[in-house]
T-cell receptor, first 115, second 109 residues
Framework: DGGITQSPKYLFRKEGQNVTLSCEQN?????MYWYRQDPGQGLRLIYY???????QKGDIAEGYSVSREKKESFPLTVTSAQKNPTAFYLC??????????????FGEGSRLTVL | AQRVTQPEKLLSVFKGAPVELKCNYS??????LFWYVQYSRQRLQLLLR??SRESIKGFTADLNKGETSFHLKKPFAQEEDSAMYYC???????????FGTGTRLKVLA
């Protein structure tokens, strides 16, 4: 079954702890993305990666880190430096066809709650 | 910097009425515009893209470069259209994808 898999779906963390959210895709897509979804603020881009071993900051990268060691995987670490980490996190992937960025395919999301 | 603006957080219409969800963007180059939809308890998914110039589920959207707009329209709303709609922009030559704040459409019986 092809697609984007995020885990865990729900995660609780104490203040001061780092937490890593997993995102795996088997679509053979080059690009992967992390967004944060908050009510009234839409989807805000945290990080994106166009190719293995390369990634770029989005609009709200502070307090987050990522890695892209494999094409299929793009884990997001929410560090203790992130001041307001409680949110819904969405992972996505896409490819390019004829020089154009294609459709984004999304995971089901991970809800992080900081206690 | 690229920006996508959706001025309405909530739009309520009666079944059978026309719908227009507004989207404006700012980008100096050649943008690629998309509409994504999120139905209740489902993943966010693509509705349509401007380069396809197609109608999906009765929805259409025309890119107006003069007004920098990409409004989503449907002549007759259905109850099953109730969902969250996001306008998105990507730029030529990059993979960067920017979304607006979204508009929740409620179609009333």
């Amino acid at each position: 079954d092809g697609g984007i898999t995020q885990s865990p779906k729900y995660l609780f963390r104490k203040e001061g702890q780092n937490v890593t959210l997993s995102c795996e895709q088997n679509l053979n897509h080059d690009a992967m993305y992390w967004y944060r979804q908050d009510p009234g603020q839409g989807l805000r881009l945290i990080y994106y990666s166009q190719i293995v071993n390369d990634f770029q900051k989005g609009d709200i990268a502070e307090g987050y880190s990522v890695s892209r060691e494999k094409k299929e995987s793009f884990p997001l670490t929410v560090t203790s430096a992130q001041k307001n980490p409680t949110a819904f996190y969405l992972c996505a992937s896409s490819t390019r066809t004829s020089g154009r960025t294609g459709e984004l395919f999304f995971g089901e999301g991970s809800r992080l709650t900081v206690l | 910097a690229q920006r996508v603006t959706q001025p309405e957080k909530l739009l309520s219409v009666f079944k059978g009425a026309p719908v227009e969800l507004k989207c404006n963007y700012s980008y100096s180059g050649s943008p690629e515009l998309f509409w994504y939809v999120q139905y209740s308890r489902q993943r966010l998914q693509l509705l349509l893209r401007h380069i396809s110039r197609e109608s999906i589920k009765g929805f259409t959207a025309d890119l107006n470069k003069g007004e920098t707009s990409f409004h989503l329209k449907k002549p007759f709303a259905q109850e099953e259209d109730s969902a969250m709609y996001y306008c998105a922009l990507t730029t030529s030559g990059t993979y960067k994808y920017i979304f607006g704040t979204g508009t929740r459409l409620k179609v009333l019986a």
